[in-house]
């Protein structure tokens, strides 16, 4: 076993510790005074700091980054909703706490103790297969607009591909996406 120390953490083979959790959260003070500019920026690099968790294959860790640069660049995420949601199932999100939220369940993906219990081992691997599985979809989409510069319009600026019939699976992998969004409160 092969043991790195630093101020920051402690690297073993199979495991990373950190020593101060602190620039990965956001505290409740920072969510609430922090202008918009400033919140999605301290927020972006506190999303960008996971990713040294996110996978050991330099590709994945790529695919997030990718994923990330267009959630919080480019994204429309109010019309993503709304083509996905009709107005009945759509509850109001704040921004703010939804992004927070959306944090907390990135940390948790990729958070593991021997304190933890079994139910807390659980959560913590479901929501690691979620990112998995929303990343892998991300990475199949972007090679499908890389091959194609039209499709970037399709796929993600105007969503038409919700209305088409044609990429039934992916629509339904957004809906539920969606769905889940307004469950945990999340933005993923």
């Known amino acids: 076993?092969?043991?790195?120390?630093?101020?920051?953490?402690?690297?073993?083979?199979t495991n990373v510790c950190?020593?101060?959790?602190?620039?990965?959260?956001?505290?409740?003070e920072q969510v609430?005074?922090?202008?918009d500019k400033e919140f999605l920026t301290a927020s972006y690099r506190r999303f960008l700091r996971m990713r040294q968790f996110i996978s050991k294959r330099q590709m994945v860790k790529e695919s997030y980054t990718t994923y990330?640069?267009?959630?919080?660049?480019?994204?429309?995420?109010?019309?993503?909703?709304?083509?996905?949601?009709s107005v009945s199932g759509m509850s109001a999100m704040d921004f703010?706490?939804?992004?927070?939220?959306?944090?907390?369940?990135?940390?948790?993906?990729f958070s593991i103790s021997d304190a933890y219990s079994k139910d807390m081992i659980d959560d913590s691997h479901k929501c690691k297969k979620i990112i998995k599985n929303l990343l892998t979809v991300d990475y199949?989409?972007?090679?499908?607009?890389?091959?194609?510069?039209?499709?970037?319009?399709?796929?993600?600026k105007d969503f038409t591909f919700f209305?088409?019939?044609?990429?039934?699976?992916?629509?339904?992998f957004e809906e539920n996406l969606m769905r889940l969004n307004e469950c945990l409160g999340t933005r993923l």
């Open 1 to 13: 076993m092969v043991l790195i120390k630093s101020r920051k953490s402690i690297v073993t083979a």
């Open 18 to 28: 950190i020593n101060s959790s602190s620039k990965f959260y956001l505290t409740e």
């Open 32 to 35: 609430q005074s922090l202008g």
């Open 68 to 85: 990330l640069r267009y959630k919080f660049k480019i994204e429309d995420f109010e019309l993503k909703r709304s083509k996905l949601l």
């Open 96 to 109: 703010r706490s939804s992004v927070q939220k959306s944090l907390c369940f990135l940390i948790k993906a």
């Open 140 to 156: 199949h989409r972007n090679r499908i607009i890389n091959r194609s510069s039209n499709m970037y319009q399709y796929y993600r």
């Open 163 to 172: 209305t088409d019939g044609q990429n039934i699976g992916l629509k339904q």
